[in-house]
Structure formats: structure tokens, C-alpha cells
């Protein structure tokens, strides 16, 4: 799971349209499960017609507005060639896609979030993989590829690289006595600022868990420090371990110390993780997590002076442990049933001309992940120092490497569980659980998980 | 003899149990004229409800539905009952059975019999109850997962009136959250409850409760001997309509207010179907899911019109 999508999806508009997907779910009901089904093949794009549909991720408005701009200019560039985006929701992409691969039948070209959730639908045959489609010297340009490889080949394009920046405001480290430009590095470290912030009265740490982002947040944030590769992941999914291990549990009694400690804001469960992002940025609490765009807007609330980046502080001495967080949040690929998969493939390199990069730039506010991409033109001095720290050394962001449906069904939950009075235990068994339906059900697919390469990316 | 049987009716009923032939060859021929007329119809029925369940039923045997590679199983029966979150989203629904429908039933009987014959205000009221059961459950659930906040409304006024100790994140605690859930269910919902029982009183003959009073009866009396025997069948069909409610049509509060959680604690059997088939892109798993809550659900039923009858033959 990834970035920029959790930062917009607290927008009202998205309230609204998570609304109307319950809507639409209420009156669908179970039929739905079996209506998404069909045998016919046929390719639901333009049928060899010159006219492919993009099913896009644009929660944001922003992006939204740019994709159909980008669109209109691909049309006026092609000889006939056309194609008809459908912008997504957040609470609706994953489960359209399911639904029309399940199918056979949709998109030519789709959105789906980086990594596992883009290759499991490949690995369930869904997906085309690029390498015959797109020149290797375009795709030389894209950045973050290593998120969406496997077998060697290149299954989807990243279209920007958002990171999850984790924060803290250096007035209200200062009102605590706190030297705010020197922000804990270890965990005793923030153990001990944060301490000093309570004694203030000042909330240490801002969260919102009601939508489980934030405790998804802390198990990546977290449980990334003890591992010393991400092929660490496997032998807990695989059943060859347990998530009990202190390998994989000790993220869990870390975040779980913190939450004892009253270090979050009491209303946490409560919040989405918009209604998190607004406890730091209304001043009331001096870390949180959040995505660039998040983090910017911080910056205009309290004072760009106020707020700054800092490291994760670290317990974990895993070689992966000072890993940044960054991502390519969703992907894009072309689909298996598409009969317009040249005219998708040419849709997607369009996507990373330099003109089009340049736009996406202005229009949405985030770093295209294409190294054409001329970053001069980022003058925001915390935008700047953002997208530097994603740009340099390695980039994990872990909810992307693990199966989607055990992220949804353990990670979730389990979060919510540590924040509300579970222990550590109980989680690390729901982990194991799910893991174990994950595996019986997706036999298959935890196969191929098993043999997949994972390599970080590294810049 | 009924009033509603005319004499023509009795003689129809009377010939068919001489003769065992119901209104002989013009009525067979009758009968068949309407076959094609039902075809459009019985077709459409089919294609929605049939066709679906065949396919539900057909993705529950099968590993990854329509996706090359998938096999013929059973593991999703067996996946899915050993998951823990199936049992606590059937406690949970059952938990909602159990206390949202006499709560229900309760509240509306009580509104109902209380507005009744109110003149024309009770009309007024009648409607302002009835209101938030045409309120989308989306709306509901949004503004209820606000006012439910532990900075929202209801903990406002409770702080307000110095009951702070009772504050409480309703929807954040495990241990309040179901509750809060069900409040807002019958909040929603006993408005048709007293729309029906309302519908039902008004039909009842004055002369009754003339003749309960002359009796001696007093307005507890009346109700008791007359007001609810009168609505005994509308009553077991709202208990119908909510039990099923319960059972298998929550997920719109669900989902818009806790998405099954904090950590599972108000998971119902719907959510955790669109967890697995939807958000988890299980379709083998959530059909088999399906197929057990829609079983379930018809034992359910059976079993409750097997306690209508018996219920109707003991009060004969």
C-alpha cells in the first residue's frame, strides 16, 4: 500500500465517495461476488478499435485534473488513437480491478498499488508484461522499477515517488526543553523526547487509526528495522516461521510501548489518518508520520522554519534499518485482455515525456519518477530536502512487499488491536492466521512469492 | 365462512373438494394462458437471483475464480470457518439479532401505541419519526461515526452536563463500539416499526376499546387485550424484516462507520465477505463465505417459520 493516495484519501470528497461505495456495495450485495465473473475473453478496451480505456488512480483532485489534461494532448499527438481514462477512488481501485479480472474483462491499462498488489494480479495472469511493449530505452528513465519486477521482466510503469516523511515541530520540542535541532536518533532517544514532551503537556506523537492506516504505518515503519533483506519477509508468510519470532514481532512491542506510555493522542481511534495529520498540524502534537504532500502542508500551517524531517528513530540493527520510506504508490500496467496494447503501452510512455513531467510537476505537486525529470524547478527549500531524501540510498516502503490480503485482513486489524489494548501475542497470531489463508488459498501465488527476487530500491 | 369468501366463491371451493377438479377445463386453459405472460418475468427473476447463486456456488468450489490455474476445492470452506474473524463477525451479527430487535420492537410498539389516536399531531410526529428510516445509511453512518468521536457530539453533551467519566471513544473502544453500532441501527430503524404497528392500530374497530372500557379496562387493559393481539402478525413480520436486517443487510453501517473494527470488534459476516472478496481479492473465499451466511440464513428462516406455526397453532 502506498503514499500519496492515503494523504488525499481524507479529503471530503473522498469521505463522500467512500460513502457511495458503501452505497453501491449495500444495494449490491453477495451477487456482486458471482456477477464479476465471466467466461467471455473479449477485451473490454477498444476491441482493435484504436480507442483503449485507462482505469487511473486520482483520488486527488489535482491528479485527476492533470490526467485529463495529459489524455486530451495524448489524442491530439496520436493519428486516431485514443484513450478514455476513468479516474478511481481509493476504496474503489483495488476491488474494480479484482472485480474485472476476475472478469477478463475492463481496462486496457490499470492502476493498481506498487508492488504486491500489481503482482499478484500479474502472477494470477492479469498483467502484460512491459518489456516487449515499451522500449528498454524508455524504461531506462523510470525510476523505482525494481518495485514491479519479477522474473526478470517489468510487469508496471511508476508514474511519481512519493515519500513518507516522518516529522517533528522544532517549537514545540523547544518548549519542552528539547535542542530541536537535534532530534532523536535511537529509540531511547525518542523514548526520552518524547517523555520530556508529556511532562509538558504537549501530545509527543499524532496519529489516526480509525481507517487501521496508522497502525499499517507503524508496521512499516517499524518492523523494517530488523530485517536484513526483504527476502526476510518470506519464511513467516511462508509458514516456515512465526511472526511471534522477536525478528518479526519486536516492531509490535516497540509501537506497543509507545501507545502504553500515552504517547499518542488519546483520540487516535477516533481519527483517520487525515484527522492524524491535523493533530500535528494544528500544533498540538511534535511527531507524526505523513506523505510529502502532508508534510507541505505542515509546512504552510506552522511555519516551514517549524517543521523538519527526521530519520525514524532507530532500534532495530537490521541492514535494512535506515532504509527511507519511499514509494511509487501506484503503478501502471497494461492488462492481459487488452486487444490495444500497443496503443496502452505508447499511453504510458507518453506519461514520462518531459512536457508531461513537467505538468504533473506543477499540476499535483509531486516528483515524477523519471529521471528526465528536471528538479531545479522545485523551489520549496522542505519539498526540496523531501525529495532528496528519496532520491538517495535505499527506499522500502514494506506495506508494498507483503500479499495485499494480508495486509487488509492482519495488518489492519492488528494495528487497531495493539492501539486499543491487545497484546502483542494476539497480533503476531492473527498474523500467522492470515498468512496461513493467504498461503491455502493462493497456492499459486505463494509459489511464485517464494521465488521472487525481491530487491529494494536503491538510488 | 370468512366474510371476504363470497357465495360464488363458496361454491367455487365447495365443487373443488367434490369433484377435485378446481373449475375444470376452462380454468386449466385459463391457467396456461398465463404461462407465457410469467415467461418475461420468471425469466428476469432467474437471470438475477439464479444465475448469480449458480455462479456463487460454482466460485466457492474454486481456488482463484476464472483465473487460469485455479482448482477445485473445498479449502475454502474449510478456510473460512477456521477463520477466526468468521466467528467473531457471526457472534457479532448474532450479538446484533439478539439485542437490536427486541430493542426494536420495544421502542416502535411503545411510539406507536403512544401516538395513537393523537389526532392530528400524531400524524406530525408519526412522519418525524419515520424520517431517519428514508435516510441513506451511508449519511447515517458518516454522521454517526462523527457524533460518536471522542471529541463529537454525544461526548460534548455528556461532558456538558458534568458526566465527564462517562465519555468514552464509542466507536474506538472494543468494548463499546458493537454498542454504539446498535444504537444507531435502531435509531435508523424503528421508524418503520412505527409506520407499521401505526398502520395497523388504525385499523383496528373503536368498538373494541368502547367495549374493553365499558369492562372496566384501563389504558394499560386496552392495549394488553386489544391493542396487541390485534398486532400480533404485523409484529412477527417486523421481526422478520429486522432479524433478517441483522443477519445479512449491516454492512452499509459497517462500512461507513467502524469497517469492522477496531481490530475485528464490530466485524458482521457482510464485511467480512467484501474483506475477503474485494479488498483481499479472495472471490473463492468470499463466495464461500456467501454461500454459508445465505444457508445459514434459510435455516434461519425456516426454523423461524416453523416456530411461526407452531406458535399460530397453539394460539388456535
Sequence with gaps: ?459 | MSEGVTPASARLTRRRSLTGRPGGRRAWRRRLWSVPYLIPAAALIGFAFGYPLVKLIDYSFQTRPNIPGSVRTTVNYTLSVEDPSFSDALQHNLTLLVAAVPILVIVALVLAILLFARGRASHFYRSALFLPYVVSIPVVGVTFGTIYSLNGAANDTIRSVGLSGLAQDWLGDPSYALFAVVTVIVWKEFGLGVLLFSARMASIEPDLYDAARVDGARWWSQHRFVTLPALREVIVIFIVIEAITMLSWVFGYIYTMTKGGPGGATIVMEYLIWTQGFAASNLGLASATAVLLLGGLLVFLLALAIVRRVFAKGVS
Design chain 1, 1 to 459: 500500500m502506498s503514499a500519496m493516495r492515503r494523504h488525499n484519501r481524507y479529503s471530503r470528497r473522498a469521505v463522500l465517495s467512500r460513502a457511495a461505495g458503501g452505497a453501491a456495495a449495500l444495494t449490491m450485495g453477495p451477487g456482486l461476488l458471482a456477477a464479476c465473473g465471466d467466461d467471455d475473453d473479449s477485451g473490454g478496451g477498444g476491441g482493435g478499435s484504436g480507442e483503449a480505456t485507462a482505469w487511473m488512480w486520482g483520488d486527488a483532485t489535482e491528479l485527476a485534473d492533470w490526467l485529463r489534461g495529459v489524455t486530451a494532448d495524448f489524442k491530439a499527438s496520436q493519428g486516431g488513437g485514443d484513450v478514455q481514462v476513468a479516474v478511481q477512488q481509493v476504496e474503489t481501485l483495488v476491488s474494480n480491478f479484482a472485480a474485472a479480472a476476475a472478469a477478463r474483462k475492463g481496462p486496457d491499462v490499470a492502476a493498481q498499488w506498487a508492488t504486491q498488489p500489481v503482482l499478484a494480479q500479474a502472477w494470477a495472469g492479469a498483467v502484460e508484461p512491459l518489456d516487449d511493449l515499451v522500449p528498454e530505452s524508455e524504461r531506462s528513465h523510470w525510476v523505482f522499477q525494481q518495485e514491479n519486477q519479477y522474473g526478470g521482466k517489468q510487469w508496471a510503469a511508476p508514474l511519481y515517488v512519493i515519500g513518507q516523511p516522518f516529522c517533528y515541530n522544532k517549537k514545540l520540542f523547544e518548549q519542552a526543553g528539547l535542542d530541536p535541532e537535534a532530534p532523536p536518533e535511537t529509540w531511547d532517544e525518542l523514548l526520552a523526547a518524547c517523555g520530556a514532551l508529556k511532562a509538558e503537556g504537549i501530545t509527543p506523537l499524532a496519529i489516526g487509526n480509525k481507517d487501521t492506516f496508522g497502525g499499517r504505518w507503524a508496521w512499516a515503519f517499524l518492523a523494517v528495522q530488523t530485517l536484513d533483506s526483504l527476502d526476510d519477509l518470506k519464511p513467516p508468510l511462508l509458514g516456515e516461521a512465526s511472526f511471534a519470532d522477536p525478528k518479526y514481532s519486536e516492531w509490535a512491542v516497540r509501537w506497543k510501548e509507545l501507545i502504553d506510555n500515552g504517547y499518542y493522542n488519546e483520540d487516535a481511534m477516533s481519527l483517520d489518518g487525515q484527522g492524524g495529520y491535523d493533530v500535528f498540524g494544528s500544533g498540538k502534537a511534535a511527531m507524526a508520520w505523513a506523505v510529502e504532500n502532508g508534510a507541505l502542508a505542515w509546512g504552510e500551517a506552522l511555519g516551514a522554519e517549524n517543521v523538519a524531517q527526521l530519520d525514524f528513530p532507530k532500534y532495530g540493527t537490521g541492514k535494512l534499518a535506515d532504509s527511507y520510506t519511499a514509494t511509487q504508490s501506484t503503478s501502471y500496467f497494461i492488462t492481459s485482455w487488452s486487444e490495444e496494447k500497443e496503443l496502452g503501452a505508447e499511453f504510458l510512455q507518453f506519461l514520462h515525456q518531459p512536457e508531461q513531467l513537467k505538468s504533473q510537476f506543477e499540476t499535483c505537486n509531486v516528483i515524477p519518477a523519471d529521471d528526465r525529470f528536471d528538479r531545479s524547478v522545485i523551489t520549496n527549500p522542505l519539498h526540496k530536502s523531501l525529495a532528496d531524501r528519496a532520491s538517495s540510498g535505499l527506499q522500502i516502503w514494506l506495506e508494498n512487499w507483503i500479499p495485499p490480503s494480508v495486509d487488509e485482513t492482519a495488518n489492519g486489524p492488528g494495528g487497531q488491536k495493539l492501539m486499543t489494548g491487545g497484546s502483542v501475542e494476539e497480533v503476531t497470531a492473527l498474523w500467522d492466521q492470515q498468512a496461513k489463508v493467504w498461503r491455502e488459498q493462493n497456492p499459486d501465488i505463494a509459489k511464485r512469492f517464494e521465488e521472487w527476487q525481491m530487491t529494494p530500491v536503491s538510488v
